[in-house]
Each structure stands twice: as structure tokens, then as C-alpha cells.
């Protein structure tokens, strides 16, 4: 079954966005244009169904504009993580009394635990979290002492040279994943239903399933023409801004 959204937070871009970290080689970041594309991903969400709130941006930190990684949001708790990335966490002060508008049930990642939320992917009850350079061994199993509180269960991966598990694999829904090509032969992932994602477009596997929509970023054809071939309506959204500072679709919001 399903998980249908009814929430979604997002946080505005900073002016200060293309200080954010980055790896990629893709140009220098322009803000205005980071600022429609990010509107049009609220309206996409909006479109969806789901009530969007915006938070306003905060200067002092680049990569805030990438929300997901700093907390983890399930039917039963909201877990505010320890972002790997040393510059990002400060990001996560404001986030109790923000997430307690939603969640009874909150809790916290520890020192010396990491965790970014982009390398966990929620399939059901069963949640997928990555080990990499920003989630490290303890921080996944806290995540996983938590989730099991509720009822919930969870499995660590090894992702190999991807900054997050979800840079390189989408969950779908009815047991169906999105993945990059390094991803594909993963063995945590050999009891589903595969979509390979073509080698030259690896930055489409990162797409986001919405109540029975999947957003995906603009400019990925053979991609977008294989999942209209398995049935799915894709809505393209340009983030190129953001592409820039390796975040993807996923990374721009909460859904819950």
C-alpha cells in the first residue's frame, strides 16, 4: 500500500546559495533563477496535494535550501538528524519547535552518530539508509533503534561512491525502484522491480513519488520515456540551479 502525503516544508534559497558545497563542475549558481525554479517546485508539490510550508531562508547556511537532510519524517516520529557535514549543522536548531506543529513523537540523532536524510529511503515500514561520507555507521543504527520504537524496521546499505543513497535510487511505490546504474546490482535491492535509469542521465535517479505523481528533473528524455513506457506520469521540473550544488528533487522538501 501506498504512503499518501498530506505536508510538505521546504526553506527558501539564501542569497548566499552558491556558497553551498559542491562537487560538481556545472557553472556558477544564479539566484534568481534558483528562485523561480524552487517556486515551481512548491507549486508542482501544491499540485500534488499537499500543503506546503515555506520557511524562510537562513544566510548563515548555503545548503539549508536542502531540507530533506536534516530530518527524517515518518508516520510516527520525526527524527532531527546529525547532517556529516560539519558547515550544515546548525541548520537543524530551529527544528523541534517546528516539526512539534506535526509530530507528538520527536527525537534526535547523537554525537558521535551522522546522518543525512538523503541517504534514507522509505519503502512502507522498511527504511533503506546508506552509509557514506555523511552517514556513518552509528548514526544509522540510532536511526534504526528509533524506527524500531514504533514498529518499524530498517536496513543499512553500502553505497559506494554517491554522496547519498538517494542520489542513486527512488522508491516508487508497489515495490518499484528508480536506480543509477551503480546501484542497479546492489543486493539490499534484488526483491524489486527495477527501472534502470540510462548511464548518461545517472542525475534522473533521483526522482520523487507524490501521491501517485513522480517529479522529476526536466531534460532527462530516455529516462522520462521509460517511466511513461512503465505506466508512471512524470512532472519535469527544472532544477538545474540546484543540480550545480549536487542536491536533487528529493532534497528540496519534507513529505509526510
Given amino acids: 500500500m501506498s504512503n499518501m502525503f498530506q505536508h510538505a516544508i521546504v526553506r527558501q534559497p539564501s542569497k548566499n546559495l552558491a556558497k553551498g558545497i559542491t562537487t560538481a563542475s556545472l557553472g556558477k549558481v544564479d539566484y534568481k533563477i534558483a528562485m523561480k525554479q524552487h517556486e515551481a517546485y512548491v507549486y ?8 506546503v510550508r515555506v520557511l524562510d531562508p537562513l544566510e548563515d547556511f548555503p545548503d539549508a535550501v536542502f531540507i530533506e537532510d536534516v ?17 550544515r549543522r546548525g541548520e537543524t ?13 520527536l527525537h534526535s540523532i547523537t554525537a558521535a552518530g551522522t546522518v543525512e536524510a538523503g541517504d534514507i529511503m522509505m519503502v512502507g515500514n522498511h527504511y533503506y539508509i546508506g552509509l557514506s561520507n555523511r552517514t556513518n555507521q552509528i548514526g544509522a543504527q540510532q536511526i534504526i533503534q528509533i524506527l ?3 514498529g518499524m524496521k530498517g536496513t543499512i546499505v553500502t553505497i559506494g561512491e554517491v554522496l547519498h543513497l538517494k542520489t542513486a535510487v527512488s522508491y516508487l511505490e508497489n515495490n518499484c525502484l ?25 542525475y534522473a535517479a533521483n526522482a520523487v513519488w507524490v501521491n501517485g505523481q513522480v517529479l522529476f528533473p526536466s531534460n532527462h528524455c530516455i529516462t522520462l520515456n521509460t517511466l511513461k513506457a512503465e505506466g508512471y506520469n512524470p512532472i519535469e521540473i527544472d532544477i538545474s540551479e540546484f543540480q550545480k550544488l549536487d542536491g536533487g528533487m528529493s532534497c528540496l522538501s519534507l513529505r509526510f
Fill in 44 to 51: 508542482a508539490l501544491q499540485n500534488c496535494g499537499l500543503e
Fill in 178 to 202: 528508480l536506480l543509477a546504474e551503480s546501484m542497479y546490482h546492489n543486493e539490499a535491492f534484488q526483491s524489486f522491480q527495477k527501472i534502470a535509469v540510462n548511464i548518461q542521465e545517472s
Fill in 93 to 105: 536548531d530551529s527544528f523541534a519547535n517546528i516539526l512539534s506543529d506535526y509530530y507528538k513523537n
Fill in 148 to 150: 524500531e520504537q514504533y
Fill in 71 to 87: 530530518c527524517l519524517c515518518t508516520p510516527h516520529c520525526a527524527i532531527i538528524t546529525r547532517p556529516g557535514a560539519k558547515s
